[in-house]
């Protein structure tokens, strides 16, 4: 974004960072670069550009508008989310401890413990809604604390400021995913995290149709360290989707704010439906850490889980195989409602112990609401409700 164009509100970095009319042509979108060389005026004279694994202007263009999202200086994208956080656990030694969160992401869970686990990496898994089990993990060897709130499927919330403080003059670094919240509402690098991560394919694509990950800082020393991996592994996404993530992200304040309505609306009419049992949803006064939520967050999201009185599988089965237009698919964060089932779909990986620890019952569901109209979204959930 130009000086002229200088703005804090979120919308307006949405719709402007990272963007310049085409200097060549004043094309106010930016171009697609299908290119993977540039050609040089002599011998290492060229304009910023000698190969696309290294940088692309279309993907500069999207780096700098994540950078600007979460109110960081640096932003990297990444093939998925998955190599996104890949290239910050290969930051990491032989040796070096991990604190991490036992209620993550079912892939990255998976990628921490058949991958880095047996090279040498150690990680406690732990219920970072209590800041003190984090202390109590805390060692010499500890070298990144990973989180995510709010988490997947059960909307713990973690407070990031606390985690930060416990860190401060430690050499671990903070990373939070902030692929539930969104920028629009939570910004992690603000709260003291020195690394945030997003699976780009959920809200800031926002329209399920690319598979993209991001990484944001404001330390400069970081990006140079993640900039270097990124270039040596080559996980990096195509300019036609970089292109495409730069469209989403124009609406992401919009449609965060629709799915924040939705999402109050239906967890309020579901806490009211005889055929609900509990409904996971930070934003309701006596959640777990709901004034954590408030202070952290600008609103409380559109994902929500719940479960039925009948805590058979055959009913909540009913349930999901049920609805018209939230569609029964993994994924989230975009426009359109989904309906999933997190121990036969998302969460089947997590072995059942794990899943039963942390209440992932085979009476829960989980709903992504899209920015649909709210009436119509709730009139679905109550036919299959009551199918
Ligand atoms: C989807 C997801 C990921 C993984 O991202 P991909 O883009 O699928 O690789 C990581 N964290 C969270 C919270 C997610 O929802």
């Known amino acids: 974004m130009s000086s002229e164009k200088q703005a804090a509100g979120f919308s307006t970095l949405a719709v402007h960072s990272g963007v310049e009319p085409d200097p060549s042509t004043g094309a106010i979108m930016t171009p697609v670069y299908l290119t993977s060389t540039y050609v040089q005026d002599g011998i290492g004279q060229h304009k910023g550009y000698e190969y696309s694994r290294s940088s692309n202007p279309t993907r500069d263009a999207l780096e700098a508008a994540f950078a600007a999202l979460e109110r960081g200086t640096h932003g990297l994208a990444f093939s998925s989310g998955l190599a996104a956080i890949d290239a910050v656990l290969m930051t990491l030694r032989p040796g070096d401890e991990v604190i991490a969160g036992d209620d993550l992401y079912g892939g990255t869970r998976r990628l921490f413990t058949t991958h880095y686990e047996p090279l040498g990496i150690r990680f406690h898994f732990v219920d970072t809604q209590d800041t003190a089990r984090v202390a109590d993990a805390l060692n010499e060897k500890t070298r ?24 401060e003059g430690h050499p671990a670094r903070l990373g939070v995913d902030n692929t539930f919240a969104t920028p629009a509402l939570q910004n992690p690098l603000t709260e003291g995290a020195d690394i945030v991560m997003h699976s780009v394919t959920k809200y800031l694509g926002g329209h399920s149709d690319v598979v993209m990950g991001a990484l944001m800082t404001k330390d400069a020393s970081i990006d140079a360290e993640l900039r270097t991996l990124q270039n ?41 439906h005889p055929k609900v049992d509990k409904v996971y949803w930070p934003g309701f006064e006596g959640f777990p850490n709901h004034e954590v939520a408030a202070r952290q ?91």
């Open 232 to 272: 040596n592994v080559g996980a990096i996404p195509g300019p036609m989707d970089c292109f495409l993530v730069l469209r989403g992200i124009k609406t992401l304040g919009i449609r965060v704010r629709q799915h924040c309505l939705n999402g109050k609306a239906i967890a309020q009419w579901l806490a009211e």
């Open 144 to 167: 990144l604390v990973w989180l995510e709130t709010p988490t997947n499927p059960l909307l713990r919330v973690t407070d990031i400021a606390a985690v930060a403080a416990l860190l």
């Open 297 to 387: 967050m600008q609103d409380f999201g559109g994902m929500i889980s719940f479960t039925l009185s009948d805590d058979s599988l055959a009913a909540s089965r009913k349930v999901c195989e049920s609805t018209r237009i939230f569609a029964l698919a993994e994924s989230l964060g975009g426009v359109e409602s989904l309906i999933e089932h997190p121990a036969l779909m998302t969460h089947a990986s997590v072995p059942a112990e794990q899943r039963a620890m942390l209440g992932i019952n085979d009476s829960l569901i989980r709903l992504s609401c899209g920015i649909e109209d709210p009436e119509d979204l709730i009139a679905d959930l109550d036919q299959a409700l009551n199918a």
